[in-house]
Antibody, heavy 124, light 107 residues
Framework: QLQLQESGPGLVRPSETLSLTCTVS??????????WAWIRQPPGKGLEWIGT???????YYNPSLQSRVTISVDMSKNQFSLNLSSVTAADTAIYFC????????????????WGQGNLVTVSS | DIQMTQSPSSLSASVGDRVTITCRAS??????LGWYQQKPGKVPKLLIY???TLQSGVPSRFSGSGSGTDFTLTISSLQPEDVATYYC?????????FGPGTKVDIK
């Protein structure tokens, strides 16, 4: 059974960089069928897609965050990571990593496996 | 970018009722739409992809329809375990935008 687990600090100071890692177990991150994504959810609010990376390193970012976001992949560790720079209180959210299908996947480009989420609070 | 809206934002219905949630895209997205269920304090779960295809393991009381700009998620007979917020998500092209959500509870 595929599992995803986010890890990283729960508190980040304003203007600093938020860094999270997602470790994938029970399956390989090196897949042509699936990409890997970050999604966030501010407390009590809706879901916001942050960005997606393929195992080849191709990335797609939300235009609203693009200038501050970097997603990378480490196939040797079966992990992918999120860096979000210059954070403010508005970046306080639960950050989820997820597996995303592609056109050749059964689920198209939907998110079919999710991590449990990592609450990150931006505060001094 | 294409914007996604949902209506209603919340609803309350009785057990056994038929419930319909609407999702609208600001431009046509063919059938490139998914639906997710997020129970309180839990992780979102994929219910439907391709606007109408039920994900494996999802109860048959859930169904989806629509194409282009207008989509619906229907729960044919609402159950207590269906209390959740439901989100639509477009995926014709990035950005993969979610709708604002519809909160469903039991009357």
């Amino acid at each position: 059974q595929l599992q995803l687990q986010e890890s990283g600090p729960g508190l980040v100071r304003p203007s600093e960089t938020l860094s999270l890692t997602c470790t994938v177990s029970g399956g390989s991150i090196s897949s042509v069928i699936y990409d890997w994504a970050w999604i966030r959810q501010p407390p009590g609010k809706g879901l916001e897609w942050i960005g997606t990376i393929s195992y080849t390193g191709d990335t797609y970012y939300n235009p609203s965050l693009q200038s501050r976001v970097t997603i990378s992949v480490d196939m040797s560790k079966n992990q992918f990571s999120l860096n979000l720079s210059s954070v403010t209180a508005a970046d306080t959210a639960i950050y989820f990593c997820a597996r995303q299908g592609t056109w050749t996947a059964t689920v198209d480009w939907c998110f079919d496996y999710w991590g449990q989420g990592n609450l990150v609070t931006v505060s001094s | 970018d294409i914007q996604m809206t949902q209506s209603p934002s919340s609803l309350s219905a009785s057990v056994g009722d038929r419930v319909t949630i609407t999702c609208r895209a600001s431009q046509g997205i063919s059938n490139y739409l998914g639906w997710y269920q997020q129970k309180p304090g839990k992780v979102p779960k994929l219910l439907i992809y391709g606007a109408s295809t039920l994900q494996s393991g999802v109860p048959s009381r859930f169904s989806g329809s629509g194409s282009g700009t207008d989509f619906t998620l229907t729960i044919s007979s609402l159950q207590p375990e269906d209390v959740a917020t439901y989100y639509c998500q477009k995926y014709n092209l990035a950005p993969f935008t979610f709708g604002p959500g519809t909160k469903v509870d039991i009357k």
